[in-house]
């Protein structure tokens, strides 16, 4: 996911990513996934979903060093740029 997130294709990197989370339900794979899923959502401008894989984050794994992080960019999406989000 990491590499076609690298190459600005946010959408490709999503579907590697949601092939690591069906794979890897253990270790921080998962962890790392939904917080760069969320990433790429955001670059689609998909702030629901962007939202959604970082609840997921926080509640599956809430001892993750990610969880500080995911709460930020919570925070950040609750007021993104003026019409950047399409939902």
Known sequence: GRSY??????????????EVITRYQTGD??????????QCFYDLHSCSD??????????????????????RRLRELRSPPRGYCTN
Not at 5 to 18: L, N, V
Not at 54 to 63: A, D, G, S
Request: charged content about 25%; glycine content about 2%; hydrophobic content about 40%.
């Open 5 to 18: 997130q690298d190459q600005q294709q946010p959408a490709r990197a999503i579907g590697a990513y949601r």
């Open 29 to 38: 794979a998962l962890e790392k996934a939904l917080f760069d899923m969320s």
């Open 50 to 71: 962007a939202k959604t894989a970082l609840e997921t984050l926080i509640q599956v794994r809430p001892q993750s060093t990610l969880v500080r992080d995911a709460q």
